[in-house]
Nanobody, 127 residues
């Protein structure tokens, strides 16, 4: 079991930046691969980015590649999502998710691959 709590969302303007945080408690955090997903109103939850247990491998959705950066600090049990140059289409509830990491397993872009979820944090980008 691991519990996840997201923070850092808010209302920003087009072109602004935000850094989301996901703090974990419970089992040893460094055992888990962690991902960010987002869900816009009336849309399916979609994959944003994921990071492996040690933090040396990341994978991004094409829509955020080069603009968002995922990172982690295992000493602080925290994963971050740095979001730059935000656009109205980035407006969504952002969720942190985790699963046990396994060497050699594909990064995981489906919600069904992650059994542990946070409650989400709202990001609204105003034009």
């Amino acid at each position: 079991q691991v519990q996840l709590v997201e923070s850092g969302g808010g209302l920003v303007q087009v072109g602004d930046s935000l850094r989301l945080s996901c703090v974990a408690s419970g089992r040893t955090f460094s055992l888990f691969r962690v991902a960010w997903f987002r869900q816009a109103p009336r849309k399916e939850r979609e994959f944003v980015a994921t990071i492996n247990r040690s933090g040396d491998s990341t994978y991004y959705a094409e829509s955020v590649k080069g603009v968002f950066t995922i990172s982690r600090d295992n000493a602080k049990n925290t994963v971050y999502l740095q979001m730059n140059n935000l656009k109205p289409e980035d407006t969504a509830v952002y969720y942190c998710a985790a699963r046990y990491g396994m060497r050699g397993r594909p990064p995981g872009v489906l919600t069904s691959e992650y059994p542990y979820w946070g409650q989400g944090t709202q990001v609204t980008v105003s034009s």
